[in-house]
């Protein structure tokens, strides 16, 4: 018989518990825990196989969380620029190259695409990461900067995490089982009234073109708020937004590691992330909408509205 949701939740939380992932040289195996964990609907109704993606998402935890504490540890870094109006420092690349390697030697059948260092689309299961969203946090000492790990199977994203070392808060979402923040479940907030809404913005600081749309809409979309935001760090707007602490956020132009993990997280929790317009799939395109999905449509109006 089917689990009901509260039992899922029941024993995911025994799952977090009793299996604190070791040494993770190998994936856990809890074929015993399987049935009561996802009902025989669910793979059905998301095609995902859930077992491995309970294996990966305690893997992601384990592995956002070191190094998380690597970035927190280390202020005696490195920074270049990359680009223009863009900088990285060599803690980005050094834990980059730590997550790859403590995903891939756990799941060597796995694909990986990083900030730093690329990556292919050609396997089944894919790793998404950026090693520090918000860099320039990371570099000016400013708190809000995070690591963010997704994992997407056939396509679809199925699960998120995102660590911010200096809150020690580690957001988590699987799809279809619903999201937490340090093992408590989280949900996006309830607020209808974008007049009484706090929502979170970003503009390009590489692209001017980006820059300037996003400038133009700023004044008509202020109007109606009560307050804006900008964090700089896409990540944490989106779980920001899954928690309930902001009830919104939107952006052009992001990179899909940038908004992969709090996508996830973002939707598990009750919020809605689609494009700019209601045409478009803003996961596929990077221009993000994101909100606590009863604001949704106002909110694209106030963008959109010329
Ligand atoms: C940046 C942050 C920022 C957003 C930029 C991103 P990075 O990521 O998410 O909020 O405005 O578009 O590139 O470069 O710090 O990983
Ligand atoms: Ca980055």
Redesign the pocket.
Known sequence: MAARPDECNRTLRRLETVSRCPALKQPPHLPFFYDSIFPAELPEKYGVNYMTIVERECLARKVAKEAGAMLKSNRDFHARIKGEH?FVTDMDEKCEAFIRNALLSACPEDGFFG?ESGGSKEHIGRWIV?P?????NFIKGLPNYCVSIAYEQDGQLVLGCVYLPETDELFSGMLGQGATCNGKAIHVSGERDLSRAVVSM????RDPKLRARVMRVLPQVADRLNDMRR?????T?LCYTACGRLDGYF?LG??LY?YAAGAVILREAGGVVTGWDAWEDGIATGNILASNGHLHEALRCALTEK
């Open positions: 863009d900030e950026d520090i969203d918000g860099t320039m970003s503009f390009s600081h964090f700089g760090s896409a990540a707007d952006e992001i990179h940038d």
